[in-house]
């Protein structure tokens, strides 16, 4: 049994920053890629950021580049999103996600385990 669980959300004014985690447990081990979605009312579920295990490769949205930065604790199996310069279109439920999958990584379906999401609101 593998359980991801994300912290950090809240609100916070355009121009503020957040940071979110993602604490994993269980048989929480040989993941490839560990990643960040979001997902607005009314809108699908999209990536935001994903980071490789081995630390080679990472994956930024573009609306998002420059402005959050995704990182991994290997030792403690948990991954970061440090969120900047935030703006209320970043406003949505967040959710940690985990594969051990290769292959594609910014659909919902690439993933197979999932945190139960924390909300995220900025204020205009």
């Known amino acids: 049994q593998v359980t991801l669980v994300e912290s950090g959300g809240g609100l916070v004014q355009t121009g503020g920053s957040l940071g979110l985690s993602c604490a994993t447990s269980?048989?929480?081990?040989?993941?490839?890629?560990m990643a960040w979605f979001r997902q607005a009312p009314g809108r699908e579920r999209e990536c935001v950021a994903a980071e490789w295990w081995s630390g080679d490769k990472s994956y930024y949205l573009d609306p998002v580049k420059g402005r959050f930065t995704i990182s991994r604790d290997n030792a403690k199996n948990t991954v970061h999103l440090q969120m900047n310069s935030l703006k209320p279109e970043d406003t949505a439920v967040y959710y940690c996600?985990?594969?051990?999958?290769?292959?594609?990584?910014?659909?919902?379906?690439?993933?197979?385990?999932w945190g139960q999401g924390t909300q995220v609101t900025v204020s205009s």
């Open positions: 269980g048989r929480a081990f040989g993941w490839h890629v």
């Open positions: 996600a985990a594969t051990r999958r290769t292959g594609a990584y910014t659909r919902p379906d690439d993933y197979d385990y």
